[in-house]
């Protein structure tokens, strides 16, 4: 079964624009990570943050990470039409660094 | 770096068919190598691990003798669906790790198998 929700499952914004996608997560995780798909391709990794880490940035991405409240969200900013895929957050709560994956936010970024 | 080569990208055949998918890893070494299974619109759900030089973990429900995997090195990994059948349609991604602990996972593109 999925160990995250993601919310929301799908988001339309123009161009410009933020978007933020959120994740929950249900059990005690050694890091999380965000992955992007473009329709019908593989998955392309974004960033890691590790548990003991609150905030984390590359370029136009920006994740914080709440073990508190066991959630993460991802921030796009100045988004790009070409930010249109879908985008997963994923768990790794054990040394075999298996993942655990949300279901996914679908973001389209209209020009 | 860190490049993962799944082939074939799109297998359509007969059912009763069996279909290999490989999975390697271009430019390092992978101790595991994961098999995901994702259905339209939906997100991916692992079916085994793979390690080199030992058995696949299989993930509950997923059949072991349908979905056959053999980690024969560090580079290479295949699925293998045996018998194909119509409901075994399915996108199905590999996904590679290095050796070192809390490092992403590194994806192959894809096959999109379709069963007819």
Redesign the interface.
């Known amino acids: 079964s ?1 160990q995250g929700e993601e919310d929301p499952q799908a988001l339309s914004i123009q161009e410009g624009e933020n978007a933020t996608m959120n994740c929950s997560y249900k059990t005690s995780i ?2 999380l ?1 965000w ?1 992007r798909q473009n329709s ?6 974004l960033i ?1 943050i ?1 548990s003991n880490e609150r905030e984390k940035h590359s370029g136009r991405l920006r994740v914080t990470l709440d073990t508190s409240k066991k959630s993460s969200s991802l921030l796009i900013t100045a988004s790009r039409a070409a930010d249109t895929a879908s985008y ?1 957050c994923a768990t ?1 709560y054990n ?10 936010t ?1 973001l389209m970024v209209k020009p | 770096g860190a490049v993962v080569s799944q082939h074939p990208s799109r297998v359509i055949c007969k059912s009763g068919t069996s279909v290999k998918i490989e999975c390697r890893s271009l430019d390092f070494q992978a101790t595991t190598m994961f098999w995901y299974r994702q259905f339209p619109k939906q997100s991916l759900m692992l079916m085994a691990t793979s390690n080199e030089g030992s058995k696949a973990t299989y993930e509950q429900g997923v059949e072991k003798d349908k979905f056959l995997i053999n980690h024969a090195s560090l580079t290479l990994s295949t699925l293998t669906v045996t018998s194909a059948h119509p409901e075994d349609s399915s996108f199905y991604i590999c996904s590679a790790l290095p050796g070192q602990a809390n490092q992403p996972q590194h994806f192959g593109d894809g096959t999109r198998l379709s069963i007819l």
């Open positions: 999925q050694n890091n990570q992955y019908g391709r593989g998955l392309v990794h890691l590790r997963f790794g040394a075999g660094n298996m993942l655990t994956f949300g279901g996914g679908r």
